[in-house]
T-cell receptor
Framework: AQSVTQPDIHITVSEGASLELRCNYSYGATPYLFWYVQSPGQGLQLLLKYFSGDTLVQGIKGFEAEFKRSQSSFNLRKPSVHWSDAAEYFCAVGAGSDMRFGAGTRLTVKP | KAGVTQTPRYLIKTRGQQVTLSCSPISGHRSVSWYQQTPGQGLQFLFEYFSETQRNKGNFPGRFSGRQFSNSRSEMNVSTLELGDSALYLC????????????FGSGTRLTVV
């Protein structure tokens, strides 16, 4: 069965520091992988996605993610965090409309 | 292109009542999925509709139901509301192209008192 694990429930980083959010997945075949961001009281916004090709994927808002098949990971990174990046981040795996979401990682940005 | 529109944004209902939530997907998207989001359970899949047919269903009681119309707009209904139904209900649409991902609406915040 497919599943997604986000090991970090809450991460705090200083503004301007680099960020890495972890995501591990379990899937029977080559997965489609996604990262979404959710601001308080809002829906989820797609940051980036991967399903084939270059394992380093660029997304919106300066985010990138790297697919590592050997580690079953799809970690999200940003070189310099801005205060506006404070939100909850969800990793998801799926094919077609069968999407599974991780529990989310809440990001706090310190001034 | 307009996004996914959910109405209403906020609802307060009394235990035992029923409620209907509405979702208008992005034009051209035929797949509509519904999720319940709570602090304790996170995002839980309710059901997915495609071309007016329920294609997938999550593990929720029969009090939760939905439907999709010929224009792809979808509604979900919760009958006999319980306090535990208080949640953010999110609708997401997709063109049903494999790997496309979802576009989410802003959600309907349901509070049951």
């Amino acid at each position: 069965a497919q599943s997604v694990t986000q090991p970090d429930i809450h991460i705090t980083v200083s503004e301007g520091a680099s960020l890495e959010l972890r995501c591990n997945y379990s899937y029977g075949a080559t997965p489609y992988l996604f990262w979404y961001v959710q601001s308080p009281g809002q829906g989820l916004q797609l940051l980036l996605k991967y399903f084939s090709g270059d394992t380093l994927v660029q997304g919106i808002k300066g985010f990138e993610a790297e697919f590592k098949r050997s580690q079953s990971s799809f970690n999200l990174r940003k070189p310099s965090v801005h205060w506006s990046d404070a939100a909850e981040y969800f990793c998801a795996v799926g094919a077609g409309s069968d999407m599974r979401f991780g529990a989310g990682t809440r990001l706090t940005v310190k001034p | 292109k307009a996004g996914v529109t959910q109405t209403p944004r906020y609802l307060i209902k009394t235990r035992g009542q029923q409620v209907t939530l509405s979702c208008s997907p992005i034009s051209g998207h035929r797949s509509v999925s519904w999720y319940q989001q709570t602090p304790g359970q996170g995002l839980q899949f309710l059901f997915e509709y495609f071309s007016e047919t329920q294609r997938n269903k999550g593990n929720f009681p029969g009090r939760f139901s939905g439907r999709q119309f010929s224009n792809s707009r979808s509604e979900m209904n919760v009958s006999t509301l319980e306090l535990g139904d208080s949640a953010l209900y999110l609708c997401a649409s997709s063109p049903d192209t494999e790997g496309y991902g979802y576009t989410f609406g802003s959600g309907t915040r349901l509070t049951v008192v």
